[in-house]
Nanobody, 118 residues
């Protein structure tokens, strides 16, 4: 059974940091492109950051709004992907989702809530 389980969300003050983790199971984690998306209330889900598999040298990609503040990483031995979020802003408040994708196969986690107070 495929599972993606996010953790690490919570309430933090503006300027603070959080580290989100995504644990995958039931699929060959290392073969998948891992990404983090977020969805704020009343808005569409948007890509935050992505990281390619080792076959593609773990190439990373970031939304302009988080460049220089967020860092995505992966540990294929532990089947985890992480998102280090620094200098958080109230506009980063959203539900954050982990996504695993490879060709036409896509898996989503249930999400973890991040709330940044001003």
């Amino acid at each position: 059974q495929v599972q993606l389980v996010e953790s690490g969300g919570g309430l933090v003050q503006s300027g603070g940091s959080l580290r989100l983790s995504c644990a995958g199971s039931g699929f060959t984690f290392g073969d998948y492109y891992m990404s983090w998306y977020r969805q704020a209330a009343g808005k569409e889900r948007e890509l935050v950051a992505g990281i390619a598999s080792a076959s593609f040298l773990d190439k990373t990609n970031y939304a302009d709004s988080v460049k220089g503040r967020f860092i995505i990483s992966r540990d294929d031995h532990k089947n985890t992907a992480s998102l280090q979020m620094n200098s958080l802003k109230p506009e980063d408040t959203a539900m954050y989702y982990c996504k695993a994708s490879r060709l036409s196969t896509i898996y989503w986690g249930e999400g973890t809530l991040v709330t940044v107070s001003s």
